[in-house]
């Protein structure tokens, strides 16, 4: 069998490194992002598994001259030289190859930051098909002035004297081409790929259920693995991933906290002791939940009461299961942001982190090379519900911290039939599709109303709706007055306990998504 092709992308900080990784993986080959200090000898290892077409730089935010900027070594270029691989530097990486094969970087100047012209000079390589004027995303401060011996210049704009060079299979852009702003940025990578690299293109998401399963069969053999199956699409798709290939010795378990959404729960335990090849196991841990949530209020301490509740009950269950293998959804993202990037913990996201130390299981991670739509495409193909596919994303700690407040069966209560109501409603005008995700926060604010002839004096609903690429930032949705009115009007017909709704009107940042 043809070994998979595969461009490895070299980071260098730069925030749209990501996108440079799906971008390759939407034209077929696969991709994997490695840490700036990798060595030759990593790429070597990778040779082995995968038929390497080529490396990318990415871009960063340092300059390429000042001490500990992130590097790689003159070796480094001298070995992707010696093996004849392809190389594309994008932004700092399209410096950072001229300065290190001789050329010139100085500060720009005048800062190049949006949408700029170029002047396509060659149309050749990676410019192939494209026009002599083309609109490009720029983003930087420093300029390539100057290149060495066995360069040609390809590009210029007014800002950047050399917007793009190559030397052989070796290129240089200054501008992001993954980004959609850059007009013909995915023309420009498919050439990368497929005229410099010289790619077939043999990377298909189909190919992957076949052979994760394979991969799963070999490692697990007539071992038992186990599941903290969230109900989410990541540790839905995983299950059902291993199931297929170990069937009835894969025990799925699902906790319920008394934190999850309207009719969850049931629909859960349908999808999963119906449809699929394993044993599932709900424990009603309500009672425990409410207990330890009693009387916390700190937002830090109500999320880590629930992770570490969540973790005992799930250790105990384990202890009575005698697994060999303990299967998570881990995602690409996941594994990239903790491994690589590091970020300001903003709040402490309590899903299963911290069950494999305890456990002391092996590690099955059947979606660790995955983006999130290629997870929901996967799921779907393995007869996973619409529902769960293409599920929102819900917090760990579910209505937990959209409760601002003592969380108990009560107050859960009250959020969850907002919850459903917010849900119903939108999901009814088709909006959902175009929102990252929609929800009620109960407040701790009781006012003062009439309903009826009556005086009022009830709780508020806070409605947070979103719209978001990636959760990291996030804009609140301008929603239709009439089904904001509908919601509100429900509400409070509905609910007893509420006699107030209101809009959230923040973005993220200053606001984050959800309220603790
Ligand atoms: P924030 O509130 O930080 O949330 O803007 C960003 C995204 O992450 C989700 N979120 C969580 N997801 N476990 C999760 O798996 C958690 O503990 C958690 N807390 C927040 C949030 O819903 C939003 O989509």
Same mark, same amino acid.
């Given at each position: ?39 030759? %000898? $990593?790429?070597?290892?990778?040779? $082995? ?16 001259? +000042?001490?500990? %900027?992130?590097?790689? %070594? ?12 392809? !190389?594309?530097?994008? &932004? ?49 401060? *420093?300029?390539?002035? *100057? ?21 052989? *299979? ?7 081409? +993954? ?17 410099? &690299? ?27 693995? #186990? ?8 540790? %839905?798709?995983?299950?059902? #991933? ?11 378990? /699902?906790?319920?906290?008394? @934190? ?39 937002? +830090? ?24 293998? !303990? ?33 002391? @299981?092996?590690?099955?991670? =059947? ?19 619409? $529902?769960?596919?293409?599920?929102? =994303? ?40 175009? !929102?990252?995700? /929609?929800?009620?926060? @109960? ?14 004096? &009830? ?10 690429? *990636? ?46």
């Amino acid at each position: 069998m043809a070994k998979t092709e595969l461009i490895i992308i070299i980071d260098f900080g730069g925030q749209y490194c990501h996108l440079i990784a799906r971008r390759i993986r939407e034209n077929k080959v696969f991709s994997e992002i490695l840490p700036y200090f990798a060595k030759t %000898s $990593e790429i070597d290892g990778f040779r $082995e598994k995968y038929d390497l077409k080529g490396i990318v730089f990415s871009g960063g935010p340092c300059s390429v001259y +000042e001490k500990n %900027s992130p590097a790689v %070594s003159r070796e480094f270029l001298e070995y992707v030289e010696k093996n004849n691989i392809p !190389l594309l530097g994008i &932004c700092y990486g399209h410096q950072l190859i001229a300065h290190l094969m001789g050329g010139k970087v100085v500060p720009g100047g005048r800062k190049e930051y949006g949408i700029t012209e170029i002047s396509v000079d060659k149309k050749v390589g990676i410019f192939k098909g494209l026009s002599s004027k083309e609109r490009v995303w720029m983003s930087h401060g *420093d300029n390539v002035t *100057d290149l060495s011996k066995g360069f040609e210049e390809l590009a210029h704009s007014d800002n950047a004297p050399i917007a793009a060079y190559r030397k052989g *299979d070796i290129y240089g852009i200054q501008f992001h081409p +993954e980004v959609v702003h850059t007009v013909h940025g995915k023309e420009i990578l498919k050439n990368f790929v497929y005229e410099v &690299c010289k790619a077939k293109g043999n990377w298909e998401m189909g190919d992957f259920v076949k052979e994760s399963v394979e991969k799963i069969k070999k490692k697990v053999g007539s071992g038992r693995a #186990l599941i903290a199956l969230s109900g989410g699409v990541d540790s %839905s798709t995983a299950a059902v #991933l291993v199931s297929k290939a170990v069937g009835m010795n894969l025990t799925a378990v /699902y906790v319920d906290t008394g @934190l999850m959404r309207k009719n969850e729960s049931e629909s859960i335990e349908k999808t999963f002791t119906k449809g699929f090849d394993l044993n599932f196991k709900l424990v009603d841990a309500k009672e425990r939940f409410f207990t330890a949530l009693k009387g916390v209020t700190d937002p +830090e301490k109500k999320r880590k009461t629930i992770g570490e509740l969540f973790i005992r009950v799930f250790e105990e269950e384990a202890k009575k299961i005698k697994s060999d293998y !303990l299967v998570q959804g881990t995602i690409y993202p996941d594994r990239i942001e903790s491994g690589i990037q590091s970020a300001a913990t903003i709040k402490s996201h309590h899903n299963v982190g911290g069950l494999p130390e305890k456990l002391g @299981l092996s590690i099955i991670e =059947p979606l660790a090379d995955l983006y999130k739509d290629e997870v929901r495409i996967i799921a779907k193909k393995i007869g996973l519900p619409d $529902e769960i596919a293409n599920r929102h =994303p819900f917090p760990g700690p579910g209505l937990a911290i959209r409760i601002i407040g003592e969380v108990n069966p009560e107050s859960t209560r009250i959020v969850r039939e907002a919850d459903y109501i917010v849900r119903e409603e939108i999901e009814k005008t088709g909006l959902d599709k175009d !929102l990252w995700q /929609y929800f009620a926060v @109960l407040l701790p604010v009781k006012s003062v109303g009439v309903q009826g002839d009556a005086r009022t004096y &009830c709780n508020t609903i806070a409605l947070r709706i979103v719209q978001s690429k *990636d959760g990291m930032t996030a804009n609140f949705a301008e929603m239709p007055w009439n089904l904001l009115e509908k919601i509100s009007t429900r509400i409070t017909n509905e609910i007893p306990e509420v006699n107030r709704v209101v809009y959230d009107l923040t973005h993220k940042p200053p606001g984050t998504i959800e309220w603790e």
